[in-house]
């Protein structure tokens, strides 16, 4: 399985303020989701970000809220933009070293508190 | 779209028993299951899953079987311990993967 890695691993933010998380993986992959787990809660994928094109959004996520960039096989970024306190959740970003429904990989989280 | 209902939401057992966790997909096309074990403050992680084609498939004391013309499959875990107390995600997919809400096992010493 890859190794991945998330940066920051947690952080506090204000309100109406913007973070960008970070997704590194150790070798090439075909597939990177970003997902959002509310405390106690199910994993719900935000979107399917895509080498050399547009990210592939769920129904309740925009890419004005949830821009995301993908400039290569290895990186991806997931920007939380204008944060409100909702926001606050645990962001995993997921990698698949194979195609659409293989085997996905989770990274540790990115843990987001909003104030 | 896929949808993953999973049952029970939470299940204490005591040490050395069997736990089981069932799950159900909507999904016909659906044709990867993959289990996730999540301990607190820790990612999830994969620690068995089976294809469609395959009706059942054991690893040590976890063993997963699909019942595919039902649409459901479940987790069996033996000889229960207390290292595999966690929160279990089953989840289907064919392009996009859904999860199940979880089931939080305590395992009782």
């Known amino acids: 399985s890859a190794v991945i890695s998330q940066k920051p691993s947690r952080d506090i933010c204000q309100r109406g303020t913007s973070l960008t998380i970070q997704c590194q993986v150790d070798?090439?992959?075909?597939?990177m989701f970003w997902y959002r787990q509310q405390p106690g809660q199910s994993l719900t994928l935000i979107a399917t970000?895509?080498?050399?094109?547009?990210?592939?959004?769920e129904s309740g996520f925009v890419i004005d809220k949830f821009p995301i960039s993908r400039p290569n096989l290895t990186f991806s970024t997931l920007t939380v933009s204008n944060m409100s306190p909702e926001d606050s959740s645990i962001y995993l970003c997921?990698?698949?070293?194979?195609?659409?429904?293989?085997?996905?990989?989770f990274g540790p989280g990115t843990r987001l508190l909003v104030l | 779209g896929e949808n993953v209902e999973q049952h029970p939401s939470t299940l204490s057992v005591q040490e050395g028993d069997s736990a089981v966790i069932k799950c159900t997909y909507s999904?016909?096309?659906?044709?990867?299951f993959p289990w996730y074990k999540q301990e607190l403050g820790k990612r999830p992680q994969l620690i068995i899953d089976?294809?469609?084609?395959?009706g059942e498939k054991k690893d040590q004391r976890i063993a997963v079987t699909l019942n595919k013309t039902a649409k459901h499959f479940s987790l069996h875990i033996t000889e229960t311990q207390p290292e595999d107390s966690a929160v279990y995600f089953c989840?289907?997919?064919?392009?996009?993967?859904?999860f199940g809400a979880g089931t939080r096992l305590t395992v009782k010493p």
């Open positions: 997921s990698v698949s070293t194979g195609y659409v429904g293989e085997t996905q990989y």
């Open positions: 070798s090439q992959v075909t597939m």
């Open positions: 970000a895509n080498q050399g094109s547009e990210a592939t959004y």
């Open positions: 999904d016909s096309a659906s044709n990867y």
């Open positions: 089976i294809r469609s084609n395959v």
């Open positions: 989840a289907a997919s064919d392009n996009d993967m859904r």
